[in-house]
């Protein structure tokens, strides 16, 4: 299996994947759009981008090529040492294809540049959905026909044929079209939402996953863990709302997390019970207020660019 092959399947789940001294392939998220002028519809897409930039292990690659291939995570290095190298030897002298993903060149002030095929929609909710166009509606009324005689002398006008129970036919469908294109347009605003509603929650789990793979024993290959069974208290703890900043295999490290936050000011931090991936979590804050969670989230990750996330104790 070719690092193209198993970075593509990675970017199904993870939304940065880095191959070691080299770069990372990140996707980028869009919403649905609905061009109500053409009646054009586009389905939530993840496009794919490339950093030259960030070329540190996060461990994802090579687990994943090491579970693949049956083979210790040592050797799933080196073979994505070889093939690196290969793609830079390639670079130096021609384009690199990089399988499904895209085309990477070097330019003339020497930098690396990435074309994305854009033939992949990397967001697993619209798998199946495709770009499609859906005209309006349109409604045309037609003028009533009066036929008209002339003789010498006057000019007489004939009304038209029809009823009056045809005319009131008539105008009942063109009613009924016009509630037809407004309950359309109702639904597409609100399922709109709701859909985008759904995008946002749905990034954010997928944003929880990464930081999660990202912790201090991502970097080793550690096998299956064997499923443990817990007993669950009938009792009715009260509910805390917390901002995680990591999870430790080894509470050593997760104190070690916890002395530096609280050097950094964090007063709040704390550690989590053991969860049931038998991973210490380790929290910026714990707070009974969930608006004061979201808050120093938010601080957290669009103020100082830091990796957490939000969990809701029940």
């Known amino acids: 299996m070719t690092l193209a092959k198993c970075t593509k399947e990675l970017l199904y789940k993870h939304e ?18 609905i061009n109500y002028n053409t009646g054009r519809f586009v389905p939530s897409r993840k496009e794919i981008i490339f950093n030259s930039l ?7 690659l090579a687990n994943y090529l090491a579970e693949k291939q ?8 080196r073979k994505i040492e070889k093939e690196v190298l290969v793609w ?37 909710s619209s798998f199946g959905l495709s770009t499609f166009n859906r005209p309006p509606l349109k409604i045309q009324n037609k003028a009533k026909n009066l036929s008209i005689q002339s003789d010498k002398e006057n000019l007489i006008f ?24 407004l309950c359309f347009l109702y639904t597409s605003i609100y399922f ?28 080793f290959y550690l096998g299956k863990l064997n499923s443990i069974s817990i007993n669950v208290s009938t009792n009715s703890p009260k509910k805390h709302f917390s ?15 916890l002395e530096n936050l609280k050097k ?14 038998n991973m210490y979590r380790v929290a910026y804050g714990r707070f009974a207020s969930k608006e004061e969670a979201i808050k120093l989230l938010y601080y957290i990750k669009y103020s100082l660019k830091e990796d957490a996330w939000y969990l809701s104790e029940n």
């Open 16 to 33: 940065c994947v880095t191959v070691p001294g080299f770069g990372a392939f990140l996707t980028r998220s869009f919403n649905f759009e």
């Open 54 to 60: 960030l070329k540190s292990n996060d461990g994802i």
């Open 70 to 77: 049956n083979i210790s995570y040592k050797n799933a290095l």
């Open 88 to 124: 830079k030897q390639k670079l130096n002298t021609q384009p690199l294809y990089i399988g499904s993903l895209g085309k990477m060149w070097i330019n003339e002030a020497k930098k690396l540049e990435f074309e994305p095929y854009g033939k992949i929609n990397f967001d697993s």
């Open 158 to 181: 004939t009304p038209s044929t029809k009823t009056p129970k045809l005319k009131r036919r008539k105008k009942l469908r063109y009613t009924i079209a016009a509630i037809f294109v």
């Open 192 to 219: 709109g939402e709701k859909y985008i509603q759904n995008q946002k929650i749905i990034n954010q789990e997928l944003a929880q996953k990464k930081i999660l793979s990202n912790v201090q024993a991502s970097t």
């Open 243 to 257: 901002v995680i900043a990591g999870s430790f295999r080894n509470k050593k490290y997760a104190k070690r997390k």
């Open 264 to 277: 950094l000011g964090y007063n709040r931090a704390a550690i989590l019970d053991i969860n049931l991936n």
